[in-house]
């Protein structure tokens, strides 16, 4: 039987979009249109993919097995199809990043890749919470911190150094801390979307010396730019990205603190699903995200 792969692909956004309509906007197809279309799919296959209501839809247990075993086909199939028909590098690539990190570098990043392939099409989604790849339809996200075990596939950026900083007007208010441990009598902000179960507990390395300190949280924030404002605004002390800071540490606005003590690192990875076969486009952008990210490096 010949399956027409637009079909799938119209399933494929109704699953992910949680909408018929939403889905036909998407695709620009009037939503009846759609709704035949997708009958016609299942009419082909004899079986119910979508329980349609008023309120939702919902995936049948043909349709469940049908998005999870044929989502990744198609997208290799589409993939190699475009690598087929397409001297250059060609097609729509959907990327998710951390909001501050995405708006400080990531756009720049996928602009500079995009005048060298002006036939690639970004749809990159800003966002602090570790989307679902396959859900969401991404081909590639980063994410920074540990990963939880998992079926997708990790390249590693590399590491992000972290920096221990206030503004003057804090530490003018409340002293200078000048050992770890001084940091449990200050006022600190904490990124509350932060992976670690503690993540009031900072561990500082010097030498062969290891101190843990249980920070003083007095402001929880899910945001680094939030984050980054209060700290400006002398709120308190944060432990954070060296990206984030060394800016206003350099110019003076910010202070960094404890200089000669180190904490840990958090890695940095491009993640993907795991396929057979990754387009071209796909290797070059993430190829090319590992030189940028070597820019961050520099700066530190």
Not at 69 to 96: F, H, V, Y
Not at 128 to 134: P, T
Not at 244 to 268: A, C, M, T, Y
Request: glycine content about 6%.
């Amino acid at each position: 039987m010949n399956y027409d792969l637009t079909l799938w692909h119209l399933f494929f956004r109704i699953v992910e979009r949680g909408s018929l309509t939403k889905a036909a906007k998407d695709l620009r197809l009037d939503p009846s249109v759609a709704s035949r279309r997708l009958a016609a799919l299942e009419h082909q296959l004899k079986v119910q993919l979508i329980n349609r209501s008023t309120r939702k839809l919902s995936l049948t247990t043909a349709g469940t097995m049908a998005y999870e075993q044929m989502r990744p086909l198609l997208n290799e199939m589409d993939g190699i199809l475009s690598d087929i028909s397409n001297k250059s590098l060609a097609g729509k690539i959907k990327i998710t990043a951390p909001v501050n990190l995405g708006e400080r570098y990531v756009t720049q990043w996928l602009t500079l890749f995009q005048h060298q392939h002006p036939d690639i099409i970004f749809d990159l989604v800003l966002s602090d919470k570790c989307m679902d790849l396959r859900h969401e339809g991404i081909d590639l996200a980063i994410r920074i911190g540990k990963l939880p075990a998992s079926s997708l596939v990790a390249k590693k950026l590399g590491d992000m150094v972290g920096v221990l900083c206030a503004s003057p007007e804090y530490l003018q208010k409340h002293g200078t801390p000048v050992h770890p441990q001084d940091l449990s009598h200050h006022k600190s902000i904490i990124y509350s979307l932060y992976q670690n179960s503690h993540p009031t507990r900072l561990l500082f390395h010097r030498d062969h010396v290891t101190e843990q300190v249980e920070l003083s949280g007095n402001f929880y924030l899910n945001n680094a730019g939030a984050i980054y404002q209060a700290v400006c605004l002398g709120a308190g002390i944060n432990a954070g990205p060296a990206w984030l800071f060394n800016e206003d540490i350099l110019s003076g606005k910010l202070v960094r603190l404890l200089p000669d003590w180190q904490f840990p690192e958090l890695p940095v990875h491009l993640v993907r699903i795991k396929s057979h076969y990754v387009p071209s486009k796909i290797s070059a952008l993430m190829d090319w995200l590992v030189l940028c990210w070597k820019e961050i490096e520099e700066q530190v």
